[in-house]
């Protein structure tokens, strides 16, 4: 709700120019790399796949509601305070659950392949 509530407030904003096309694009390039990297340095320090996976998605899906609420409640006189905040956590939610859905589809299509071969 409270991002609900942050991004409708700056709707105009976000329908608008260039500004907004950029926010959305740095919020989802930080996830893409936070989950990149996570996976990442969990494979380099040679963990299996599972842990691989559970590393990538802490690392891309970090709370940012918490930091949408307090940029809210402290910097009222700036209306965009809290957009990045609210952006973000819904971003990664979305994304985390995608890359999760995936995830979910390679190892049953793997699976499948292995009960074939």
Same mark, same amino acid.
């Given at each position: ?9 700056? @709707? %105009? ?5 260039? !500004? &907004?096309?950029?926010?959305? $694009?740095?919020? +989802? /390039? #930080? ?36 930091? @949408? %609420? ?5 910097? !009222? &006189?700036?209306?965009?305070? $809290?957009?990045? +905040? /609210? #952006? ?30």
């Amino acid at each position: 709700l409270i991002c609900a509530s942050v991004i409708a407030k700056n @709707a %105009a904003f976000l329908r608008g120019g260039s !500004a &907004s096309g950029k926010l959305v $694009a740095t919020v +989802a /390039a #930080l996830h893409m790399g936070g989950f990149g990297l996570g996976y990442i340095a969990s494979a380099l320090a040679k963990h299996d796949t599972k842990t691989r996976r559970t590393v990538s998605i802490e690392i891309g899906m970090q709370n940012s509601g918490l930091a @949408a %609420a307090l940029a809210a409640a402290h910097f !009222a &006189s700036t209306p965009h305070a $809290a957009l990045p +905040a /609210a #952006l973000s956590a819904t971003m990664h939610s979305i994304m985390g659950s995608a890359l999760g859905a995936f995830w979910q589809y390679l190892d049953r299509r793997n699976a499948a392949v292995a009960v074939d071969a």
